[in-house]
């Protein structure tokens, strides 16, 4: 009995001096609570916005770019008959944002990364000769270039 009134009297004075070396209050199992003030860690750097290459075998119909956000239009020149692509280079400066292309025949989306440059090619058959007109509905946070290119037959 002896031994446990020793045993039971060293563990309590060991956890008083555990207690007082870690400066306790007797709460700490509790997790700190984070800051709420503003990160200041910095975002990944982002690597730079290129235009899109003209393809081997392509010729390029319209360029535009660099530019942000919405962009009202555009109409490439007369192109000759053949198959036709649109590719687009985009960067968000802040979240990932989604950038849509309207054309004659229809429209694609775009997912840009605000970590590195996305590039998204819609290719299609068969295009008439004539003219293509041309949107980009996006924030004004995203930078983007398109480029319309023609593989003539």
Known sequence: ???????????????????????????TDVPPVPDASPSTVEPPPQGPLTAPEVDLGQKEVLAEGPRRGIWRGGTA????????????????QSNPTDLT????????????SNLHQTTVTNMMEAASAGKIRLTVATEETVRWYLSVQISPR
């Open 77 to 92: 020149a007369t192109h000759p008959e053949g198959d036709l692509s649109i590719t687009v280079h985009c960067l968000s």
């Open 101 to 112: 292309v309207t054309f004659d025949d229809g429209e694609f989306g775009v997912p840009c």
């Open 1 to 27: 009995m002896r031994t446990s009134r020793t045993a039971l009297f060293t563990a309590a004075a060991l956890c008083a001096l555990l207690t007082a070396c870690t400066g306790g209050g007797g709460d």
